[in-house]
């Protein structure tokens, strides 16, 4: 995969996760830009400014506690057509925590470990190729 076609936007509200994502993707290539997750929620300007301005080829959107609110975010964001057939990755720290409390996510759980960027980056690679969120077979 030429990393260096693809512009990331992370949208994920901690500095050391967002600099962890950054560094790995900016070394493949990638330009990567990033936003606070937080931030959308509620302001549909923000959101827009942000997705006009970088112009992703896939988005990675951390869902955090609070959980239920944070779907919710996510939940109305995707719903306003914002990213349009832009994928989406969903990131969490917990992804059995989330899944109990708003149902089944596919999330991609990432804590950090250079076997969780490399299992990340397979599965933006199994995206930008056209597959649902659902992880891959291998992944499982």
């Given at each position: 995969m030429?990393?260096?076609?693809?512009?990331?936007?992370?949208?994920?509200?901690?500095?050391e996760t967002v600099e962890l994502l950054t560094d790995?993707?900016?070394?493949?290539?990638?330009t990567?830009?990033?936003?606070?997750t937080s931030e959308l929620c509620g302001n549909a300007a923000a959101a827009r400014d942000i997705?006009?301005?970088?112009?992703p080829t896939v988005v990675l959107f951390d869902l955090?506690?609070?959980?239920?609110?944070?779907?919710?975010?996510?939940?109305?964001?995707?719903?306003?057509?914002?990213f349009g057939a832009t994928p989406i990755v969903l990131t969490t720290v917990n992804a059995r925590a989330?899944?109990?409390?708003?149902?089944?996510?596919?999330?991609?759980?990432i804590i950090g470990t250079p076997h969780d960027l490399w299992k990340l980056q397979d599965l933006i690679e199994w995206r930008l190729a056209g597959h649902?969120?659902?992880p891959r077979p291998s992944m499982q």
């Open positions: 030429v990393w260096e076609e693809h512009v990331l936007l992370v949208l994920n509200s901690h500095p790995w993707f900016a070394a493949l290539g990638a990567v830009h990033y936003g606070r997705v006009e301005s970088t112009r955090a506690v609070p959980y239920a609110r944070n779907w919710q975010c996510f939940q109305h964001v995707a719903n306003s057509g914002l989330l899944d109990e409390l708003v149902g089944p996510t596919h999330a991609f759980e649902a969120q659902a």
